[in-house]
């Protein structure tokens, strides 16, 4: 199955840099590219358009599902995911206040999402770390921070309506106008965070045993939480940075993926990786040709998927509780 997650990632990158509103054959753009012809149209599109985004749908969607298999092993809880507990809202409030108080500097949009992610991610963290803290209450606690985040937001764009026009694709979520230069900042973090995961997918298989076992087998629970929160908060905030605020993927992808693989993280975290770069880069595809000549924001489309999975989850985790 991780093979498999490999060759979907592989195919949809090529059916994301060869369809769109101009297809592109394979044929065309490697010959373009061979005799150096930068002005050939086949080699224009896919260079300067289509392949920033396709690059930013893979790094986005590895590392939000990345992001989310880590807090649903720390948190022990499936719905935890970096849009439920208030990450992405952490992100969105830094970017209208950067717009509002520094309109001149929107290079600056980027890092202040990064940082927006990693305080909220310590705020989640901290309360974590409390007696008494159930799994239900943390996730209840994330969507009251991401409603108390929201209104902040909506606040701002009342009073600095200005603030929305620098921000609106990232509040909505998108890749369109994507470059390769905007990918230099987030995908240095990105990949020291997925190299963080896979270094530490044996803790987190022993963590989601619980505190009490993880302490019973010599492991430092709060140093191995706060690392594997860390790395959850640079891979969701890094994403974000660039991608906006597109949800849910770190609640589908790795749901999906432990109904195929089972729970074991040496797999689950590597699988995650792929398959969310595949998800992500499908489902932008599908915003750019499902409505052409006109285009939707991808974070639309993920929001119409993983609104009923999440309402599915919550039935059945009550379910599972009854029984």
Known sequence: MLFCTIILTVVSIALGLCLGSTQVSPADFISAALAGDITDPAYRIVVHSRLPRVLGALL????????GAILQAVLQNPLASPNIIGVNSGAGLMVLLCSAFLPAHPALLPFSAFLGALATAMVIFALA???????????LTGIAISSILGSGMNCIMILYPDAYIGAST????GLSGLTLKGLNFPVIYIIV?????????????IISLGTETARS??????????????TSAVLA????????LIGFVGLIVPHAIRFLIGNDNQFLVPASAFGGAAFVIICDLISRIAFAPYEI??????????GPFFIYLIIHNRRGNHD
């Open 60 to 67: 986005a969607g590895s590392a939000l599902a990345v992001s």
């Open 129 to 139: 770390m409390g007696p008494g803290v159930s799994r239900i209450t943390l996730v």
């Open 170 to 173: 990232f509040l909505v979520g």
């Open 193 to 205: 965070g997925l190299i963080l995961a896979m270094l530490l997918r044996r803790d987190m298989n």
């Open 217 to 230: 087998l010599g492991m430092s629970v709060n140093l191995v939480r706060f690392l594997l929160i860390f």
């Open 237 to 244: 905030g890094a994403a974000v940075s660039f991608a906006g």
């Open 297 to 306: 924001p991808v974070g639309i489309l993920l929001s119409f998927i993983g």
